[in-house]
């Protein structure tokens, strides 16, 4: 099975710019996850999206954002980008089914710079 | 809220053992993994503990006791590619997996 994939993996924007990330799941999973990744704060929960609707959601302000389609492929946007943005963004699959059970897979992420 | 701890560093040599500790305080608990990260790299999946005990799985096992919100990792015979940061993650009720801020491990020989 192939894994999740993420795009772009490398990514470098300027304050104020917004960007958008994608991630595609493993093949039946219908649940993607984000997490933000910064040596300071370690790994942060954004949001999670099971069948095209979000279930959970992490302490970010609203200019972050996600969406998922019908296919489970996922979408994050940051909106007016700031310095402290600058991060790994994970992506993770799982099957949605055993919500608090799933083990979650990781793709390789998008790495922000924001200058 | 919640509230994961883990040491920040540990060292260690090859052919040795080691204990990663892991304490956690959340509101609602279903469950604690463990997932090593290799710089660069994305988290992979090593274990799952659900109920009080041991699970062990070749070189790694890992220990839960829900009384006292405590998980430990255990690595077994280490070895130069086990130098990697180590995440403690708990399933806390209405949100997904929350991540200690992991243990960087290196081995040496």
């Known amino acids: 099975k192939a894994g999740v994939t993420q795009t772009p993996r490398y990514l470098i924007k300027t304050r104020g710019q917004q960007v958008t990330l994608s991630c595609s799941p493993i093949?039946?999973?219908?649940?993607v996850s984000w997490y933000q990744q910064t040596p300071g704060q370690g790994l942060q929960f954004l949001f999670e999206?099971?069948?095209?609707?979000?279930?959970n959601k992490g302490n970010f302000p609203g200019r972050f954002s996600g969406r998922q389609f019908s296919n489970s492929r996922s979408e994050m946007n940051v909106s007016t980008l700031e310095l402290g943005d600058s991060a790994l963004y994970l992506c993770?699959?799982?099957?949605?089914?055993?919500?608090?059970?799933?083990?979650?897979?990781f793709g390789p992420g998008t790495r922000l710079t924001v200058l | 809220g919640q509230n994961i701890d883990q040491p920040t560093e540990m060292t260690a040599t090859e052919g040795a053992i080691v204990q990663i500790n892991c304490t956690y305080q959340?509101?609602?608990?279903?469950?604690l993994f463990w997932y090593q990260q290799h710089a660069g790299e994305a988290p992979t999946f090593l274990s799952y503990?659900?109920?009080?005990g041991l699970e062990e799985k070749g070189r790694f096992s890992s220990f839960l006791s829900r009384s006292k919100g405590y998980s430990y990792l255990l690595l077994k015979e280490l070895q130069m590619k086990d130098s990697a940061s180590y995440l403690c993650?708990?399933?806390?009720?209405?949100?997904?997996?929350?991540f200690g801020k992991g243990t960087t491990l290196s081995v040496s020989s």
């Open positions: 993770a699959s799982s099957s949605g089914l055993a919500e608090h059970r799933d083990t979650q897979y």
């Open positions: 093949s039946g999973h219908r649940s």
């Open positions: 999206y099971f069948s095209e609707t979000q279930r």
């Open positions: 959340t509101s609602g608990f279903n469950g």
């Open positions: 503990n659900v109920l009080d």
């Open positions: 993650a708990v399933y806390q009720a209405g949100t997904a997996l929350i």
